[in-house]
């Protein structure tokens, strides 16, 4: 008889935070549409960057550091608290708790679970700070790490846009011993970094975006009023153009597809999807992503086929579960999930088990997934 996985959210890591260091939970303003309630939002970025913050973290990011780095812990307990410490790692500006934030979660590193490292590296890849450069480096550099985190740390490296990590990035990708998901993904890095730092940036015209992610890629630039979904997926779905060109039209679908109500949406994210039969599991890893920030309904299908294609590439199917997490209070998502639990995969049974907290935390109508401490509340900016 096999063993069966059971998943029970542990609802009182909230109140363990609170008696170390946490009063109440930050208040957030309630979600007025499935584009402020997907992963850009409360899973990986929480809380406006923007704002200042009155409180003092000093005691609090130790006893998030300690969750994140124990064994011991549930993974989904660890991941919570690895989304505090990335709010208090991307406050602008920096404060006295940024770096030892920014230390934290790198410290988890040492940890055997690909997906959490994997998640790491994207968290650093998102706080805009030099100090996360090194802890990047040396994942990417590391051989012998799983590729999907040295994967995501190239891809972050890229994200924070630093022009000292070319060579780096140039070398990998021009290896022609490297993996084909390093070597993709060093190549959109470079191009990435390159045009973050170009004059060509400042001339592009680009539509505002509701997510407050820095992706691999912008989006497209705008060069009318009138949206051209047939355009973008012709771009999207050629294979002869550069990664990073066509990741710039997966990102302009995005937000053609966000809010949800907009008359393009449906059609932006049926074009998405012709992207999940890509050559490329780097490709369509990203397009599970993009439809985990986007919570639309639509998008539940080639998701679900994603995630229960056994010959799919793990990184693809796991990226699947996490986007179908942030869909759990739609109708059949979690008994979706739940069939896997037990699956042949680590990476996947491990993104299962945090979808399917991520899936309770959107049907409970949860105004955050980070725990943050009520003196941590938004003050105006001075």
Request: negative net charge; contains cysteine; charged residues 25%.
């Amino acid at each position: 008889m096999s063993q069966v996985l059971t998943v029970q959210t542990n609802t009182s890591y909230e109140a363990e935070i609170s008696s170390a260091a946490c009063p109440a939970r930050a208040p957030l303003s309630t979600p007025k549409n499935l584009s402020d309630k997907g992963r850009s939002v409360n899973f990986f970025f929480p809380f406006h960057p923007h704002h200042t913050y009155s409180a003092k973290m000093s005691d609090t990011v130790p006893v998030l550091r300690k969750v994140l780095t124990s064994e011991s812990e549930p993974l989904a307990r660890r991941f919570r608290a690895l989304f505090s410490l990335k709010h208090v790692a991307c406050l602008v500006p920096p404060t006295e708790d940024s770096l030892p934030a920014i230390e934290a979660i790198a410290a988890g590193f040492a940890s055997p679970s690909a997906l959490l490292k994997h998640e790491l590296a994207y968290c650093l890849g998102q706080t805009k700070n030099i100090e996360s450069v090194p802890y990047l480096k040396h994942v990417v550099n590391d051989t012998e790490e799983d590729a999907m985190c040295r994967h995501e740390a190239a891809e972050a490296l890229g994200a924070l846009g630093y022009e000292d990590s070319l060579d780096l990035l140039k070398r990998l990708r021009d290896d022609e011993k490297e993996l084909d998901i390093i070597r993709e993904t060093c190549d959109i890095a470079v191009d990435r970094i390159i045009w973050e730092n170009s004059e060509a940036k400042k001339a592009e015209q680009l539509k505002p975006s509701d997510f407050g992610s820095i992706d691999p890629a912008p989006p497209m630039p705008l060069k009318s009023s009138e949206p051209c979904i047939p355009d973008l997926e012709q771009t999207l779905l050629d294979t002869k153009l550069p990664l990073f060109q066509r990741y710039r039209a997966m990102f302009g679908l995005r937000d053609l597809a966000s809010p949800p109500d907009l008359p393009t949406a449906v059609d932006a994210v049926n074009a998405l999807a012709k992207g999940l039969k890509d050559p490329s599991a780097l490709f369509r890893h990203e397009v599970a992503f993009v439809f985990g920030q986007l919570c639309h309904p639509a998008s539940i299908p080639s998701l679900t086929a994603s995630l229960s294609d056994l010959s799919e590439a793990g990184m693809v199917r796991h990226e699947a579960a996490e986007a179908l997490g942030s869909l759990g209070d739609e109708e059949g998502v979690e008994e979706t999930l739940k069939k896997f639990l037990n699956d042949h995969d680590e990476v996947v049974r491990d993104s299962v088990i945090v979808a399917l907290d991520m899936a309770e935390f959107e049907k409970n109508g949860e105004t955050q997934y980070a725990l943050m401490p009520d003196s941590a509340a938004p003050v105006a900016a001075a």
